[in-house]
């Protein structure tokens, strides 16, 4: 079966009506050039992503470990080699990383058991719900499951359009992989 025709859009691609977004985040990842496909699905996504992404409740090790954690349950290789670069970033341990991929130990473990009940059954369980307000807050449980649906949004797009890694993330697992081979 043909991949389907809808790759990141050049820049002599982009639509005018989003210009304004070209310089920002939405031009410096392929997986928003292919959003920009429907300029106004990108517009009304910055605001949520600038929520998710800089806003969040979440600190940015914990929310890290939500994103891998979703995009593992996703078969996104895109969004966990992304956030392979970014959990490293915020000074979280490839053993670690590895670990979210497949059996996480400790508080890790609490952060995956809830992205994992979200894909499975849909909602936090409420002894596990508890659990993690007692860990993250309130806020931090509601901005965890935006996070998972966020991201799971995004997984969609990547699992059906398949843009290219991008070259500066490629070049980095290239020189400093995560895995000696393949997972």
Same mark, same amino acid.
């Given at each position: 079966?043909?991949?389907?025709e ?16 070209r310089?920002?985040? =939405? ?9 920009? +496909?429907? *300029? #106004?699905? &990108?517009? /009304?996504?910055?605001?949520? %992503?600038?929520h ?32 392979v ?26 952060? =995956? ?9 849909? +909602?936090? *369980? #409420?002894? &596990?719900? /508890?659990?993690?307000?007692? %860990? ?28 290219p ?19």
């Amino acid at each position: 079966m043909a991949e389907p025709e809808c790759g990141p859009l050049a820049d002599e691609q982009w639509p005018e009506e989003i210009a304004e977004l070209r310089g920002g985040f =939405a031009g410096a990842l392929n997986v928003y050039r292919v959003m920009a +496909h429907h *300029p #106004a699905l &990108l517009r /009304a996504w910055t605001a949520l %992503r600038q929520h998710i992404v800089k806003d969040s409740a979440l600190d940015p090790e914990t929310s890290e470990l939500v994103i891998l954690r979703a995009a593992h349950r996703m078969g996104s290789e895109y969004e966990w080699l992304h956030h392979v670069s970014r959990a490293r970033a915020v000074g979280i341990s490839d053993e670690r990383i590895k670990a979210l991929g497949a059996a996480p130990a400790g508080a890790d473990k609490l952060i =995956a058991d809830g992205v994992d009940a979200l894909f499975e059954a849909r +909602h936090l *369980p #409420a002894a &596990l719900e /508890a659990a993690l307000t007692a %860990r993250l807050g309130r806020e931090g449980v509601f901005d965890l499951m935006a996070t998972v649906g966020f991201y799971t949004t995004l997984g969609f797009l990547l699992m059906t359009y398949r843009p290219p890694l991008d070259q500066a993330i490629a070049a980095e697992m290239a020189q400093n992989p995560l895995y000696e081979s393949a997972p």
